[in-house]
């Protein structure tokens, strides 16, 4: 079964409190963490692209998270078919750039000191932006975390009436940015140039 729309899961983004909320036949196509060979026997009408799959060195043992797939991946691998995507509308909600880096702190418990260095030395990114590029002219709308009544309108026209009180996956909140200095911030306020570049140009 096909959707008129596709929910990019942006992490830390109130992602998992949304897909909660969507019709069970659009989670089974689009959510959750398993393996491929699961994936195929709970979506007999997937038309799975094993030759890709191949490509991409997944195991099809391996558990993956099939709602943190790219566009393009999706696409080649038939999830999303290539011949519909003129049809669905998609959607991505982003998050101010150092407050969704604390709250990947404070979700995967560790250390904000731990994170940045991961990040200078290229071990994570954590990017937001690379989630919405493809190389199929998709167009994604994109919407601020905190712009409820935008996030809430947009499924609406698909008969979905959002809750977004509802708090689901909500961390322990044990950093806050007074751990960062203001070197680390100058130093995300870099690293993040083109996610704060998104997020400011979205809804």
Known sequence: MLFD?????????SG?????????EYKKRYYGRMTFNDYINKNKNVNINTKYLKTLNIPPEQHISIDHIFLDNLIHLN????????????????????????????FEKIEPQKLLNELKNNNSNYFQHTFMVNKHNIKVKTIKMNNKTSIINFFKQFNINLDLNVKLNVSEKKYTINDL?????????????KDYFLYNHSE
């Open 5 to 13: 729309f596709y929910f990019i899961h942006n992490y830390k983004t």
């Open 16 to 24: 998992t409190t949304i897909f909660n909320q969507l019709d069970n």
């Open 79 to 106: 999830i999303i078919p290539k011949n519909k995507i003129q049809n669905i509308k998609f959607i991505m909600i982003v998050r101010e750039p150092i407050e969704r880096f604390i709250s990947i702190c404070n």
């Open 181 to 193: 200095s203001k070197n680390d911030i100058s130093f995300l306020k870099k690293f993040y140039r």
